[in-house]
């Protein structure tokens, strides 16, 4: 009888080998536990790079941005390059500002042309954005327009080889949009840029409302949000010396490039640089 309850209480090699696996898991789920939370914590305050959003101007679209793109993607940085609608600078403020306001965590904004009046006034109240940086771009004061600053800076050939198209508007009146001749597009606006793609340019160029060149700008986000410029010097659409002086004024972190007013198509390199030097300075 004893020789039986001794058998009776002593586990068998079977039970012990199970009561081990089970220990074993057991352990190794408790062990997961504590650094896997630590491990999801780490990103939120660590290693986590801004958004970068691309903000076309006139006579573009947001595949003007696609050199760009590849390049800092490769970098690790979260891009997006929303359409500019190309109406109206408060309309078109308005709706990148709304825009803004899907993008989660900081960003750094970047305005090619007439798009750097528009991140101008959209920034203004986002404390998200932590930098602006303006491509071969407008930087507009307060009651600004961009045919004044034109007027002030002579020097664009672009104005000539503009072509205006009408239209009907809602309320019965009349609008008018500009797109550059296709047959001067190649020269006044992306020299450095083969021809052969330039061609393409012209023919999927988006215009701009005519209205916009005299319409006042309100906000001046670059007063109070990092900025940084580049200048391009062999520019036919804003005078490289008009570039300066709204840099200069802007306190920017300014870089020179001979380039067209193109400069995202033909020195994504150079603008990709850029956007990740602000991203390093003001995010990091």
């Not at 600004?144 to 002030?152: H, I, K, N, V, Y």
């Not at 239209?167 to 020299?191: I, N, R, S």
């Not at 160029?205 to 200048?231: M, N, Y």
Request: aromatic share 6%; with cysteine.
């Amino acid at each position: 009888m004893k020789a039986k309850k001794k058998s009776a209480l002593r586990p068998s090699r079977r039970s012990l080998s199970a009561l081990a696996a089970v220990a074993g898991v057991a352990a190794l789920g408790l062990a997961a536990m504590a650094p896997a939370s630590a491990a999801q914590a780490e990103p939120a305050t660590q290693g986590v790079k801004p958004t970068v959003v691309l903000v076309h101007g006139a006579f573009a679209d947001s595949s003007s941005w696609n050199g760009v793109i590849t390049r800092l993607r490769h970098e690790g940085y979260p891009v997006e390059a929303p359409a500019n609608p190309l109406r109206g600078l408060a309309s078109d403020a308005e709706y990148l500002e709304s825009y803004l306001k899907s993008v989660k965590g900081p960003i750094v904004l970047v305005g090619h042309s007439y798009g750097g009046s528009v991140i101008s006034e959209a920034a203004a109240r986002n404390p998200k954005v932590k930098a602006l940086v303006y491509v071969a771009a407008f930087v507009p004061d307060k009651d600004e327009t961009p045919a004044e600053l034109g007027d002030r800076f002579p020097g664009a050939t672009l104005p000539s080889a503009l072509q205006s198209v009408t239209y009907p508007l809602a309320d019965g009146g009349t609008g008018t949009d500009l797109y550059v001749q296709k047959d001067k597009f190649h020269e006044a606006f992306a020299a450095d840029v083969p021809q052969s793609v330039t061609n393409l340019m012209a023919v999927t160029q988006r215009p701009l409302a005519a209205s916009v060149f005299d319409e006042k700008s309100t906000e001046t986000a670059w007063k109070t949000i990092p900025s940084w410029d580049l200048v391009t010097t062999k520019d036919h659409v804003i005078a490289p010396d008009e570039q300066r002086f709204m840099a200069r004024r802007a306190r920017a972190h300014t870089v020179e490039i001979k380039s067209s007013h193109a400069a995202p198509v033909s020195h994504p390199g150079a603008v990709a640089g850029l956007i990740e030097q602000a991203a390093r300075a003001s995010c990091d």
